[in-house]
């Protein structure tokens, strides 16, 4: 993955001989963000969400009772953790965590379905160790009164 970051460094140089623009700054910064932005969209939030799903449907299948199981033949589980224990990835002068990034993403969405239902909170609990079970994350306790 890293290689393939490289590889979005390698217009930079044509960019910064543009000569429409007042400044080539100008059009480097765009490149970056867009770049960036469309990361954080395609690959980033995507792994934080199948992160999510799994977690909750393997939770979800403990605590409903009439809950079928999943099939791990027919649907197999997910293997999140070579994201969440990925090595840091750099793109231009940004260093991203990914494991970092499943872990605010969950300590986020815990805390506030913890807030939208109090009632609830013990799921989200269970689901907080199990990211620290399967994935090797430790999400922060919403510290939200129950």
Known sequence: ???????????????????HLAS???????YKNEIYESFTKHVVAPICRNSENELRTQIH??????????????NPVADLTKYSRMNDLYLFEKQINIGYEIKKYLG????????????????YEHMRMLASDKLGIKVMPSHLPS
Not at 1 to 19: E, H, S
Not at 63 to 74: A, S, Y
Not at 108 to 123: G, R
């Open 61 to 74: 299948c403990i605590l409903i009772p009439n809950m079928n199981q999943i099939n791990p033949l027919k």
């Open 108 to 123: 986020q969405t815990f805390y506030e379905m913890s807030a939208l239902s109090p009632h609830d909170f013990k799921t």
């Open 24 to 30: 080539p700054q100008i059009a480097i910064d765009n």
């Open 1 to 19: 993955m890293n290689y393939f970051l490289m590889a979005l460094k390698d217009p930079l140089d044509m960019i910064y001989n543009i000569k």
